[in-house]
């Protein structure tokens, strides 16, 4: 008896149902988030600090818990927000205070203006998008290998309370772009 043809069949019947079964109804859809424009800023030869922006939405709700890219790229990968005084600045803000002289030096007349770590993540609201953008929420890249240069490509994946693991790549260009 030629058992080939039977277990040809029995292997395919189970490739079958296994691709089916990945193609069926998930409830984990309706809590992806949508990441659109993800880019960074190239960097000067002797930087060694770095930034990812994008914009998120997710349609359910979620957090952004942290964010990594290869280990030849940065050392240490940190979701950040620009604050002053300790206060959050969204990016309207921050583009007021860094138009004409009121910003000098990371000072803003009398306030101190920085950055600091959100390690309890960053909300994402039902259905609103959130933008990490300069002056306001970004993913922050320390201890770089190498400078950024435009045109390099930075591949970071987000990890998000709810949708889990989203691999997206950071295209370098200038801010101006």
């Known amino acids: 008896m030629n058992l080939k043809k039977p277990a040809l069949i029995l292997t395919a019947i189970v490739c079958c149902g296994a691709l089916l079964a990945a193609c069926g ?50 050392g240490k990968v940190e979701v950040h927000e620009t ?40 909300e994402l609201p039902a259905g609103e998008e959130v933008s990490l953008e300069p002056g306001s929420y970004h993913v922050m890249l320390l201890e770089l290998q190498a400078p950024i240069a435009e045109g390099d490509t930075i591949p970071v994946t987000l990890m998000f309370e709810k949708a889990g693991e989203v691999q997206v790549d950071a295209e370098a260009r200038d801010a101006e772009s």
């Open 25 to 74: 109804s998930d409830d984990s859809a309706n809590e992806g988030v949508a990441v659109s424009d993800p880019w960074t800023r190239i960097t000067a030869p002797t930087a060694t600090t770095g930034a990812v922006y994008m914009d998120l939405e997710s349609a359910d709700g979620d957090r952004l818990v942290s964010a990594s890219v290869p280990s030849g790229v940065a």
């Open 83 to 122: 604050v002053t005084n300790g206060e959050s600045m969204d990016s309207g803000e921050m583009g007021d205070a860094m138009e004409g002289d009121a910003m000098e030096g990371g000072m803003e007349g009398d306030a101190m203006m920085g950055m600091r770590e959100m390690k309890d993540g960053l």
